[in-house]
């Protein structure tokens, strides 16, 4: 009788080429990812503004800060003002 033994051992998280190891944490395009046995999970790492005004203002996302900034809609370079961060 042969007997065949097939072991499954979760050793890491596959993402774009690349392995990283369960535990691991990276970051890609303004997320941050972990590497768990269930698999990869990722959230934004940016907070956006809340509590402006929407109809003059708009939010505009920097993706080399991560960041976002509330302008006026009809001129980027003057501010508006708000009242919180989400996320």
């Known amino acids: 009788m042969i007997l ?4 499954l051992c979760v050793v890491g998280c596959v993402q774009d080429g690349k ?3 369960v535990g691991a944490s990276w970051t ?3 997320e941050r ?3 768990s046995k269930e698999g990869i999970g990722c959230c934004d790492m940016a907070g956006r503004p809340a509590g402006f005004d929407e109809k ?3 939010l505009v ?8 900034s509330v302008v006026q809609k009809d001129d980027h370079s003057k ?3 708000f ?5």
């Open 19 to 21: 392995l990283y190891t």
């Open 28 to 30: 890609k395009d303004c």
């Open 61 to 68: 996302f920097d993706k080399e800060s991560c960041s976002y």
């Open 33 to 35: 990812c972990d590497c």
């Open 83 to 87: 009242t919180g961060m989400v996320g």
């Open 79 to 81: 501010t508006c003002p």
């Open 56 to 58: 003059k203002c708009e």
């Open 4 to 7: 065949f033994c097939f072991i």
